[in-house]
């Protein structure tokens, strides 16, 4: 009798696993300063881990320049390639885990992961207004700025707002005198100056190049479409415009809306381009930022290389007009 209670148990355990686990992964992760800062590798972190660990090693990561994106606390696709291009930077095993001699060479870097931060004046200032969809209706706007205090510091430290809420509970965001808690992106070396660019579409990544070959930074990037593919070839960098305006031509656009007109969007940050353009050769294309940094590496662009703003404007501070950006698959 009890064995067959155990094996209608079991059976029963069995059958109910995988709403068991899909409601273990909806449950929210618990971040404090104390947990991260004191995160060690219990064991590899890999694809759908989250967590403290996995928030430490995204910070040290874009501390070292091997960028995951947008910080969120959730190993995805960006963290793979981020920790792939730091293995191959530093001559280890090229497995976009976290294994623990890759933690040991990270965790070289003992500064805090997380810290505090007090919202000043100019952090909750604005304006902030929402975006609207409607490109006609951005033309008529005279900035697309942020839409909320908490979009701008969401890209200040290069987090997720839902990152930054499940890390301040109950905080307001739009009051100055509010003490936080926020990733500390604030790398201890000057980036190495640059000799070369390459947009890499088989991992989505750009990287730039010291004069030996060496990969001194990496960002995740989306690289083109179906519609748009990444022009391949060696182009030059012709300039950088920061806080660029957008011209809106409808015609170089296969997804543009039937009756779209040309149109001038102004600068900002919610720009299509975000705040930085970097033009190439190529007529028509260029790497840029963008208003939507969650999306960076995971959905398709008209083309060019979008990175996020942050990412963009790290890039833009380190190349220089005539540098070669190679394009490959």
């Not at 182009?235 to 809106?248: C, L, M, Q, S, T």
């Amino acid at each position: 009798m009890i064995e067959k209670r155990c094996r209608v148990l079991w059976a029963l355990l069995a059958a109910a696993a995988p709403a068991l686990a899909v409601a273990q992964d909806a449950l929210p992760v618990v971040f404090n300063a104390a947990r991260v800062n004191d995160a060690a590798l219990v064991s590899p972190v890999r694809a759908g881990d989250r967590g403290a660990a996995v928030l430490r090693a995204q910070i040290l990561l874009d501390r070292a320049r091997f960028s995951p994106g947008e910080i969120d606390g959730v190993y995805g696709s960006n963290l793979r390639q981020a920790i792939a291009g730091f293995q191959a930077s530093r001559g280890l095993g090229v497995t976009g885990e976290m294994d623990a001699s890759t933690w040991a060479a990270l965790d070289q870097d003992r500064a805090p992961a997380l810290v505090a931060l007090t919202l000043g004046p100019d952090d909750v200032a604005g304006p902030f207004r929402p975006v609207p969809d409607d490109t006609a209706a951005k033309a008529r706007m005279d900035a697309l700025g942020y839409a909320s205090p908490l979009e701008a510091l969401g890209e200040k430290v290069h987090a997720s707002p839902a990152l930054l809420q499940q890390l301040n509970p109950g905080k307001d965001f739009g009051r100055a005198g509010e003490s936080l808690v926020v990733p500390n992106v604030r790398s201890a070396m000057p980036l190495p100056a640059v000799a070369k660019v390459v947009v890499d579409k088989s991992d989505a990544t750009v990287s730039l190049l010291d004069e030996a070959g060496r990969i001194v930074a990496q960002y995740p990037a989306s690289t083109g479409s179906r519609h748009d593919p990444l022009p391949i070839g060696d182009w030059k960098i012709e300039g950088v415009a920061r806080d660029p305006v957008f011209h809106y031509n409808p015609k170089l656009f296969w997804d543009a809306e039937a009756g779209d007109s040309k149109a001038i969007l102004p600068a900002g940050p919610n720009n299509p381009v975000g705040v930085v353009w970097i033009d190439l050769s190529k007529p028509h294309y260029g790497i840029h930022g963008t208003p939507e940094p969650s999306n960076v590496g995971k959905t398709a662009s008209h083309g060019c290389i979008r990175l996020t703003n942050w990412s963009a404007r790290e890039v833009a501070q380190a190349v220089k007009p005539g540098m070669t950006a190679t394009l490959k698959n």
